[in-house]
């Protein structure tokens, strides 16, 4: 299982697919942000990591510009990784409450993150055939991920991701409508959890907040 992620890593790693993507990713690690100016950016596609034996997949969109592009793991170094840690460490799925560097000693417990896309792309907005580009990886990533039974959504944009990647794989056959906490059963069985993004957005403007979060994960926990 090791060498087979370690494959896929490397193989993501070294994607240049989406000529749009690298030149913007290469333009955000020349052109820091002033409090990370002293810093050597990553500048690469971004790889999932976790538990190999997860039962609960958290997929986001993307690699944030100076979060995961900064520092090389998705949701880490950012404000929305500050929020979502304090929260998967009262769900009990994670062993800290911060994930700051890629060497930090994190750990997560039967659950594995990852992106929808592997780079980060202008305004958030990808383009229809990167995101077709980057599902191949990401459906290597979910066949290598036997036991996944819980796949969370976080953010809409995540969430509709999601579920143009499996109606491509035929395994929705109506509307889903992202509700945060709504769940829907897919035809493989896995359920699909809807959840806002941990952005500071939704955080200053009670969208999301903490409670609400840590009892979403807590019943990711319940439905695997």
């Known amino acids: ?6 494959k896929l890593n490397n193989k993501i790693i070294k994607c240049t697919k989406c000529t749009r993507l690298v030149n ?6 020349k052109n820091k942000r002033k409090k990370y100016i002293n810093e050597s950016y990553w500048g690469k596609p971004i ?4 538990d190999s034996k997860a039962k609960i997949l958290i997929v986001g969109l993307a690699p944030a510009a100076h979060g995961g592009t900064r520092t090389g793991r998705v949701f880490t170094g950012d404000q ?3 929020f979502l840690y304090k929260c998967l460490y009262a769900a009990q799925i994670s062993n800290q409450k911060s994930s700051l560097h890629v060497n930090d000693g994190l750990k997560l ?3 594995f993150i990852t992106t929808a896309l592997k780079c980060v792309p202008p305004k958030d907005k990808p383009l229809k055939t990167e995101l077709n580009n980057c599902f191949h990886y990401f459906n290597n990533e979910i066949y290598l991920l036997k036991k996944i039974k819980v796949v969370v ?3 809409k ?5 999601c579920v ?4 491509k794989k035929n395994l929705i056959s109506k509307k889903l409508i992202f509700v945060h906490g709504k769940s829907y059963k897919l035809k493989d069985g896995k359920i699909l959890l809807a959840c806002y993004h941990p952005s500071p957005r939704n955080v200053n403007t009670k969208r999301i907040n903490f409670k609400k979060m840590k009892n979403l994960f807590i019943k990711a926990k319940s439905l695997t």
């Open 80 to 82: 929305s990784s500050d």
């Open 157 to 161: 944009i995540a969430f509709d991701a």
């Open 47 to 50: 790889t999932g990591f976790g």
């Open 164 to 167: 143009q990647f499996y109606k």
């Open 1 to 6: 299982m090791k060498n087979n992620f370690e």
């Open 109 to 111: 417990k039967k659950t």
């Open 153 to 155: 959504a976080l953010g």
């Open 24 to 29: 913007f990713r290469n333009q955000i690690s």
